[in-house]
């Protein structure tokens, strides 16, 4: 199983967009600038956010694209699923006809698969991944302080 280029740059988009959250909207320029995704590609996967009022626009000088609902009632199944993009395990796509029209033996077994990624993809908001990167950036600085310091008392 694999999520599409699809799926990761929407996700990828809307945290940036939850990174300004409250800041004002963002374009889908600087989007494409900060994440290294074309101009052209966030045109399509902006126009399915928006078909899914996952994001607003603004028109004009100033505008561009903020959140349609805070990060926190976002989940990154929200987002892979407004791009129509869902990762299905079973070769039938759920239709149960897997093997010559019939019901494969393992068919049940990729069916809960499928459901299980979805309802753990469906538990983590945009919320949750912006805290966990400011928790990996506080991590990381915290790591940092020490290693200056030994450095600096050698001297």
Same mark, same amino acid.
């Given at each position: ?25 963002? %374009?889908? $320029?600087? *989007? #494409? /600038?900060?994440?290294? &995704? ?7 996967? !902006? ?22 609902? %805070?990060? $926190?009632? *976002? #989940? /990154?199944?929200?987002? &892979? ?7 299905? !395990? ?26 299980? *990624? ?38």
């Amino acid at each position: 199983m694999r999520l599409s280029t699809k799926g990761r740059y929407a996700v990828t988009a809307m945290l940036d967009l939850a990174l300004h959250e409250g800041k004002g909207p963002v %374009t889908l $320029a600087d *989007i #494409s /600038i900060n994440q290294g &995704i074309s101009l052209s590609y966030l045109e399509q996967l !902006f126009a399915a956010l928006r078909g899914k009022q996952l994001v607003r626009g603004v028109r004009g000088p100033g505008g561009g694209y903020y959140l349609a609902k %805070t990060a $926190a009632e *976002i #989940s /990154i199944a929200d987002i &892979i699923c407004a791009v129509d993009e869902w990762v299905e !395990f079973t070769r039938c796509g759920g239709r149960e006809d897997c093997r010559d029209g019939e019901r494969c033996l393992t068919h049940t077994l990729w069916d809960h698969l499928s459901d299980e *990624i979805y309802n753990f993809l469906n538990g983590i908001s945009l919320a949750d991944l912006v805290a966990r990167g400011l928790e990996k950036h506080a991590q990381l600085l915290a790591e940092e302080k020490p290693a200056k310091s030994k450095a600096t008392k050698r001297r």
